[in-house]
């Protein structure tokens, strides 16, 4: 069996121009559909952790690049393709001397993508050596570079009722850290967020595109409220697909569990391995088409 997650696409630079009707949220994603393309690249140099022939664990510098690959534009407005991590990966040989010798192999690892760019959704999953952050971290950096002129984020779907579930699991919640980001233009979700937090209007009237917000209580014995309506607000972006949300809290076990939106409650659909590209493209689609068929049906109750 195999995961497949559902990421969100929005548009941040130029959301308010949406709002204030100068902006059609469908120029944006015509615009994304046509200028995708492989010639960019996303380069990144972090410390990962490597173990020593002695076992200690040490950091050194990785150096990546990603870029896509493969395109594919179908006429319903749906790209597919890979997006490509050549990364550096410390290893040992013996050299002529008799001695062992570290040098580095460049090794590459790709995912395959199905990307609904009406619906603003990417459907993918995650590999050995390339992870859902590594993953949206880099879609998103390569489609600002192609789409000129916008800015996006991107954040994973989250599943509202495992990440309630999860958070109303803790004894005590004793911290929050949420960022979060104005809706792209869906009426009924902006609806919904104003009803309990109204932090659209407050981003637009400072034009910030972007708000983080941090809570918490440092006494042994009170909790954060998290049935708060203003947390409630939070919990409703965050699962809308605006933002992310991590809660430090106190278990049962008295001991401290940190939950994260994107860890514990990312929306994801159980897929048979060894599919082929038709097959996944299939699995894609369904997936998006139910989420997308859910959501309606609760937006006309």
Known sequence: MSIMYLAKVNLTTGIFDVYDEKLKIGDVTKLIYDEMDVSNEYKTQTRAAFRDPYGNKKREF???????????????????????RTFDKPTEYINPAGKVSKKINQESASIYFYFDTKNELIAFSERQSFGYNQFTRAFNYLLNLNSKGYRFEIFLQKDKEVL????????QVKNVKATLIPPNSNEVDMQEIRKAFPYIDDCKSVNANRIKIEMSVDDEINSLKM?????????????????????LGINNDGKKQIISSNQDAALTRVINENLNQYDYNEEAKSFIGDFLRKREIKNDK
Do not use: C, P, W
């Open 62 to 84: 990785q150096r990546s690049v990603y870029q896509f690959s493969e395109l594919n534009k179908q006429d319903d407005m749906v790209v597919t393709g890979r997006l490509v």
């Open 227 to 247: 049935e708060a309506k203003y947390m409630q607000g939070i919990l409703k972006a965050v699962t809308l697909g605006y933002g992310d949300v991590t809660t």
């Open 164 to 171: 309630q579930e999860k958070i109303r699991g803790l004894k």
